[in-house]
DNA sequence: TGCACCCGGTTTTTT
DNA sequence: ACCGGGTGCA
């Protein structure tokens, strides 16, 4: 026990060896929170305090509660694999395989990811001729997501007009149609677990009484069914240890409440509340950057990073005339990085949203530097992928009509739009699934429907016997997915892809237990298995919390959730020592020794959108401090005068947070310029694309008249070179602002300045 | 059945 | 500027 507490600072120290009582630990950026997460897990089960069949640690990726058991494997002696550490929608899922006839689910539910539910809902939407155009998916479908997340069933919605009442009446539907297929979105899987602990009181008392502790990892990033879920888990006297930082709450925009860490500090009257401030990642102007720009937010728990690693390097900060040439300084300086000993792994690009990569990646293909995107698609949601899987998922369960409509017809086997609608009509007419409707279809549509069924079914006899990776190969084959690639052009990655997903099934049962001998669709023990029941005072059965998953679940069940729970990396590239180019959101959790924020600008970041939101500037303020608190050594800051986006030419003011930033820790690389200042009327970006957009014409006529153009490079006698940024005004009036870099900027009369043309 | 064209949208993202 | 989805035609 010494070995795990020693090396901890002060705070870290209390914070572990709290007692069994609610906690805030409110954690800055680097200043060991997963350690400290860990580490009271190892040392709460090392002084015998809790077995770990009691401990209950909840995440938001799978990455995070992967990350979280390696660490305690290390630290303790023992099977990791009976912990409940995951995140809340794996968990969730555990619980509801478990308890499948309490939550009114059948034992082979299946999971829809967002394309799925989306798709779904089209469907629905369809069936009941409702106009798409009047209420579109994405929208129903954030309806309903959101009612779900307030713990909200469609009667409980308060609808004020008819629009809201359709769409209230629609995600009943959608409800029901669900239900009937046999499938659960994510927002599903917390509110029937919610719902399933609310209403069964023994079921609720074992839980509790089983999970005297839980943490929470990330807890500022909690929705409000979380929350409420979590309340439901603790009961009275669960000990709740929530982790969290809410400057670096980033993620109110899909439902994060951030006033939940207030709100547990009051419900739980929590008594220990400690604060993490010693950080360990990066050097002093850093912090002090990140700090002094936080403290410009109203709404925080309060809390100052403090680093014993010294001042470092000032933060660098760099006007580029354009995205191009601000791409371009990039990579000149991460060359420099690259050849003074840096690994290329370490330097990260980062920007607020994904448009901006582009230029950034032309750059870096130009100049065949090695770079990994972060944030593609990932495996399982690839098509092919996506196809493969819906024919497992007929073969588990053939209700699911989402699955039935994807490969009905695909590769082709001649079921077009008529033999669908005749299908549909049918199965809505008995109120029954596509794929048991097709006996009631006849003629030539129904024998090639027939004809499908024949080949689920007969895939399914065909692998009883065999295990999941065997099944999958087969599967690929007879469905025929394989031979149609073969014959597309580009199919040969698509093929490739497949054979991973084999690789992938024989990787997943042997890292979850299963055996690689076990049948994929042996039907799982539990619920009859007397060793795996437990019976409390009540006499309800209840699965108890360390039966294994391959007793609640076949491999084969097992392997879909996985698909839709874990979506899997995007592969780009990795493993290679690549420079790595992400969003600021994406970059949350990581480190490098040196990072590039790049298009801070007005408009960019803090977007444009986020003026509109309520706290919405805030938030963009806790997004530029995780941008910040990545970078432990070096960091660069760089803004724009010019950028394209969406087609056209923007001319953006640089971001405000540079005036939030403490000067002494900052290195202008480029001069500070006196940017769009006309007097001592300080104008908004947009302004300035008003004024350009109404004198386009009369440019177009300047350019002509006078011979100079925006973005040309030119040679005053006093201030050297230049840019001409914007051009206002023809003829004899015509002035141009023109950026002279360490001169500034200046408005000048063309007419009057002597200007030469400089070659560029 | 598949390709060509048009239209609309365009911040951030995990499960 | 670019992508994805939907429609219409060969």
Redesign the pocket.
Same mark, same amino acid.
């Given at each position: 026990m010494q070995n795990l507490l020693h090396n901890l600072n002060p705070e870290q120290l209390a914070a572990v060896t709290l007692p069994a009582q609610p906690a805030l630990i409110l954690a800055g950026a680097g200043s060991g929170k997963t350690r400290v997460l860990t580490t009271r897990i190892a040392w709460l089960i090392q002084t015998g305090q809790v077995s770990p069949a009691g401990i209950l640690a909840v995440t938001?990726?799978?990455?995070a509660a992967k990350e979280m058991l390696t660490r305690l494997s290390a630290m303790l002696p023992i099977n990791t694999r009976g912990m409940w550490i995951g995140?809340?929608?794996?968990l969730c899922n555990r619980l509801l395989r478990a308890h499948y006839r309490d939550a009114a689910l059948p034992q082979t539910f299946q999971i829809l990811?967002?394309q799925d539910q989306l798709s779904a809902i089209?469907r629905l939407l369809k069936s009941l001729n409702v106009d798409d155009e009047k209420y579109p998916p994405r929208n129903l479908m954030y309806f309903i997501n959101n009612a779900k997340e307030q713990g909200l069933r469609a009667q409980y919605v308060e609808a004020n007009d008819d629009y809201n009442r359709r769409f209230v009446e629609l995600y009943a539907a959608y409800e029901n149609q669900c239900q009937r297929e046999g499938v659960v979105d994510?927002?599903e899987l917390l509110l029937r677990t919610y719902e399933l602990l609310s209403r069964n009181e023994p079921l609720r008392r074992h839980y509790q009484s089983r999970f005297r502790h839980i943490l929470v990892d990330e807890f500022q990033d909690t929705n409000d069914l979380q929350y409420k879920w979590l309340k439901l888990m603790a009961g009275e006297h669960g000990a709740v240890f929530a982790v969290g930082d809410d400057d670096q709450s980033?993620?109110a925009?899909?439902g994060a409440n951030v006033g939940n860490m207030a709100a547990f500090e009051r419900e739980f009257h929590v008594q220990n509340l400690i604060k993490l401030e010693q950080n360990y990642r990066s050097h002093g102007h850093i912090l002090d950057a990140a700090n002094v720009l936080i403290a410009n937010n109203s709404k925080r728990l309060g809390k100052n990073l403090r680093t014993d690693a010294g001042h470092g390097e000032p933060v660098r900060i760099y006007e580029a005339s354009s995205d191009i040439q601000e791409a371009n300084w990039v990579i000149e300086e991460s060359k420099s990085l690259i050849a003074e000993g840096a690994s290329r792994s370490e330097i990260a690009i980062l920007y607020?949203? /994904?448009?901006q990569s &582009?230029v950034i990646e032309h750059a870096l293909f130009t100049a065949g530097i090695p770079y990994r995107v972060?944030?593609g698609q990932r495996f399982f949601e690839r098509a092919e992928i996506k196809h493969a899987i819906a024919y497992l998922q007929l073969m588990d369960n053939p209700h699911n009509d989402s699955a039935f409509l994807r490969v009905v /017809?695909f590769p082709? &086997?001649?079921?077009?739009?008529r033999s669908i609608e005749q299908l549909q009509d049918a199965a809505r007419q008995y109120g029954i699934s596509l794929y048991a409707a097709v006996p009631y279809i006849s003629g030539k549509a129904g024998s090639s429907l027939g004809a499908f069924v024949k080949l689920i079914e007969g895939a399914r006899f065909e692998t009883q016997h065999l295990s999941l990776p065997e099944m999958v190969q087969i599967v690929l084959e007879t469905s025929g997915l394989i031979a149609h690639y073969q014959n597309e052009k580009e199919g040969a990655d698509r093929i490739e892809n497949l054979e991973q997903l084999v690789s992938a099934a024989t990787l997943f049962v042997n890292e979850e237990g299963f055996g690689m001998d076990a049948p994929a669709l042996a039907g799982p023990k539990a619920q009859t298995s007397a060793g795996a029941a437990i019976v409390s005072e009540d006499g309800v059965e209840i699965i108890d919390a360390d039966t294994p998953l391959n007793e609640v679940m076949s491999p084969l069940s097992a392997f879909l959730s996985h698909a839709?729970?874990?979506?899997g990396d995007n592969q780009a590239q990795a493993g290679q020592d690549a420079l790595q180019l992400?969003?600021v959101?994406?970059a949350k959790g990581l480190e490098f020794d040196a990072v590039f924020i790049t298009g801070l600008e007005e408009g960019l970041f803090p977007?444009e959108?986020?003026e509109k939101?309520d706290g919405?500037v805030e938030?963009e303020r806790r997004?530029m401090y995780v941008a910040i608190t990545r970078a432990k050594k070096r960091l660069y800051m760089s803004f724009s005068q010019t950028r394209?986006l969406?087609?056209q030419t923007r001319y953006n003011m640089k971001s405000r947070f540079f005036d939030e930033l403490p000067e002494e820790s900052l290195k202008w690389l480029s001069p500070k310029v006196q940017h769009h200042w006309f007097g001592n009327q300080r104008r908004s970006a947009w302004d300035e694309v008003a004024d350009f957009e109404a004198n386009k014409v009369a440019q177009k006529f300047t350019k002509q008249d006078i011979g100079w153009r925006i973005g040309e490079t030119v040679f005053h006698q006093k201030f050297g070179e230049g840019v001409i940024v914007n051009i206002e005004g023809g003829g004899t009036n015509a002035r141009a602002n023109i950026n002279f870099g360490r001169h500034g900027m200046k408005l000048l009369d063309l007419g009057i300045a002597k200007l030469e043309k400089v070659a560029s």
């Open positions: 938001f990726t799978n990455k995140t809340f929608h794996g990811d967002t089209k994510f927002a980033i993620y925009f899909r607020r949203s /994904n448009a &582009r972060y944030g /017809n082709t &086997r001649g079921i077009g739009a839709s729970l874990e979506a992400m969003t959101h994406s977007h959108n986020s939101a919405g938030e997004l394209m969406h087609g």
